[in-house]
């Protein structure tokens, strides 16, 4: 089992930033890739970044290329996503998400947080 949390939404403003953090604990991190993705109200998951377990890949959709960066520490356990220039189409709940193998499907991934409500204001 792994346990996941997220941390570091809030409300911002259009051109804003935000860093949302996923603490994971109870298996080893490393051995996971990672993965956020957002759920906007009325909208499907959709999928917006993954990195491999070493972070030696990386994938973000094309919807926030160069806006957001995904990051992890296996030190601390965590995996981050640097949000800049915020658009309020951004709006969503996210949440991380941890699967065995680097991927954009939901459906790939085995360990889900509970989600963090991003707000941006235009």
């Known amino acids: 089992q792994v346990q996941l949390v997220e941390s570091g939404g809030g409300l911002a403003q259009a051109g804003g930033s935000l860093r949302l953090s996923c603490a994971a604990s109870g298996r080893t991190f490393s051995d996971y890739a990672m993965g956020w993705f957002r759920q906007a109200p009325g909208k499907e998951r959709e999928f917006v970044a993954t990195i491999s377990g070493r972070g030696r890949y990386r994938y973000v959709d094309d919807s926030v290329k160069g806006r957001f960066t995904i990051s992890r520490d296996n030190a601390q356990n965590t995996v981050y996503l640097q949000m800049d220039s915020l658009k309020p189409e951004d709006t969503a709940v996210y949440l991380c998400?941890?699967?065995?193998?680097?991927?954009?499907?939901?459906?790939?991934?085995?360990?889900w947080g509970q989600g963090t409500q991003v707000t941006v204001s235009s």
């Open positions: 998400a941890a699967s065995g193998t680097t991927s954009v499907s939901a459906s790939e991934y085995t360990y």
